[in-house]
């Protein structure tokens, strides 16, 4: 079955620091995409990173990375540099076609807060 | 070039009521899709619109209804509101017109419905 965790509930960073925040998947496809999204208070999902499942280097968003372990199937976002506006959820996604690559799962978050 | 428009953005109903939530994707984005988050369940996928043709379901009742127009503009209802479906509604466009697992999708901010 398709599925998203995200181990960490909340992370605290020290602005200008570098920050993991976790994400593993479960697929029975072997084409899918992953994602990562921030949240704002204000309710937007903003787009941050994508990674393809055939992709062999991680891809890379300006400060954002994404650690991908294919055979771990995990897909880590590293933040570089964390600045305050940063805080915010972050939500690890997925797409496969079991649904035609029309849906996207979505695992239940990391609230991340950057401290001064 | 707009974002996703999502109107109202506040709502409260009464149990009971109906409601309809509106969505304007992106120019030029066929497929929209619509998600609920709330904070116990997380971000759960509803439906899926693309061309006017409903292309995916998730597992919500009969209540929630939605529908695209030829501008491709969308609309979610809600029937016989419950206490439950307070949520944050969310809409996404994206451009995807085929099986596709890398394709972004763009949030709007989000209709947040208070039932009382």
């Known amino acids: 079955a398709q599925k998203i965790t995200q181990t960490q509930p909340g992370m605290f960073v020290q602005e200008k620091e570098a920050v993991t925040l976790d994400c593993t998947y479960d697929t029975s496809d072997q084409s899918y995409g992953l994602f990562w999204y921030k949240q704002p208070s204000s309710g937007e999902m903003i787009f941050l990173i994508y990674?393809?499942?055939?992709?062999?280097q991680n891809a890379t968003e300006g400060r954002y990375s994404l650690n991908f372990q294919k055979a771990r199937k995990s897909a880590n976002l590293v933040i570089s540099a964390s600045q305050l506006g940063d805080s915010a959820m972050y939500f690890c996604a997925m797409r496969d076609l079991t649904n035609q690559g029309g849906k996207l799962i979505f695992g239940q978050g990391t609230e991340l807060s950057v401290k001064p | 070039k707009a974002g996703v428009t999502q109107t109202p953005r506040y709502l409260i109903k009464t149990r009971g009521q109906q409601v309809t939530l509106s969505c304007s994707p992106i120019s030029g984005h066929r497929s929209v899709s619509w998600y609920q988050q709330t904070p116990g369940q997380g971000l759960q996928f509803l439906f899926e619109?693309?061309?006017?043709?409903?292309?995916n379901k998730g597992n919500f009742p009969g209540r929630f209804s939605g529908r695209q127009f030829s501008n491709s503009r969308s609309e979610m209802n809600v029937s016989t509101l419950e206490l439950g479906d307070s949520a944050l509604y969310l809409c996404a466009s994206s451009l995807q017109n085929r099986v596709s697992v890398n394709t972004e999708a763009f949030f709007g901010q989000g209709t947040r419905l208070t039932v009382v």
């Open positions: 619109y693309f061309s006017e043709t409903q292309r």
């Open positions: 990674q393809g499942s055939y992709d062999e």
